[in-house]
């Protein structure tokens, strides 16, 4: 199994670009999240693959975390996101408090971030 590259949560939303699905039926997650029951989790589940992200809760600490694809363990919600992460061996961690990236650490996280997509896509 390939490790994973962890990002910060805002290279995630400055990247993917989370949506609210229109027939969502829950206001979670900043308006983002699908629910993990019902026709919110039809809704993922029956979306683009490459588009679907589950946020889960980490094994250890108050932190949680954002991975792509459609996960049932440890899972709070689902997101669907505008550009596609292919299966990239990515992870996003939300910290409790963190202070966001500076712009230029975002910028240099997201030339990492394209770098390891490309070489996804190219795999697929």
Known sequence: MQKSTVFHEDVFYEHFRPFRHPAARFDIWGGHGLETFGDDLQLAFNYDENHVWTVV???VGTD?????GFHR???ICFLLTEV???DA???FRIERGPPSLTPIGLA???TTLKRILS????KD
Do not use: L, M, T, Y
């Open 84 to 86: 596609a992460h292919f």
């Open 73 to 75: 363990v440890n899972r």
């Open 108 to 110: 240099r996280r997201i």
């Open 57 to 59: 809760d980490g094994d």
């Open 119 to 122: 070489e996804s896509k190219a």
């Open 64 to 68: 949680q975390w954002i991975i792509p």
């Open 89 to 91: 061996p990515i992870e």
